[in-house]
């Protein structure tokens, strides 16, 4: 979004942020589910994070195969065959293009230690934002898409690739 927003927009956004938090724990870790409806746009303010994918294998297939220790996630993670593409900690915002365009998550998104966030839900968006400030919603979509591929989709897809093309080749 490359226009300052005035005062109004500020006023109203500030009611519909929600409070969340996220645990590292096989119950909790899971901010945004691969192929799961996403219904929030989260802020993240504090603790470590990651975008993360499934490998589709059994631990005994994949995690022998695996030198890369980055890749390596919790234990409950590798239990599921799922790894890690990106860390992140104290960072940013995640599902804004998947509500924008109402799209499933292509990635796992998950905590890494608690998470604390805040949240906007999609109902508030469309109901309350899009309806008070009209073009908001494609200019945010555009933006939201740029960032997605840059800062996501590309390399978290890549280094999906690459460690399956690793795993498959030594299988």
């Known amino acids: 979004m490359g226009r300052e927003f005035d005062s109004n927009f500020v006023y109203e956004v500030a009611f519909g942020f929600m409070p969340r938090c996220f645990k590292d724990t096989p119950e909790d870790r ?5 192929e799961g409806d996403v219904t929030e746009i989260y802020f993240i303010l504090k603790g470590e994070w990651a975008v993360a994918y499934n490998g589709y294998l059994t631990p005994s297939d994949a995690y022998a195969q695996i030198e890369d220790e980055d890749s390596l996630g919790t234990e409950d993670m ?5 790894f890690i593409a990106q860390r992140r900690i104290n960072y940013g915002y995640i599902g804004d293009y998947y509500v924008l365009s109402s799209k499933r998550s292509q990635f796992f998104y998950v905590a890494l230690s608690q998470v604390e966030a805040f949240a906007l839900t999609k109902q508030f968006m469309f109901k309350t934002i899009f309806k008070k400030f009209p073009g908001l919603h494609s200019e945010m979509l555009a933006e939201s898409f740029s960032r997605y591929i840059k800062e996501f989709r590309r390399p978290c897809g890549r280094k999906r690739a690459e460690t399956l093309a690793k795993i498959n080749k030594k299988l």
């Not at 899971?30 to 691969?34: A, D, G």
């Open 30 to 34: 899971y901010i945004l589910m691969e």
């Open 78 to 82: 590798r239990h599921e065959g799922r």
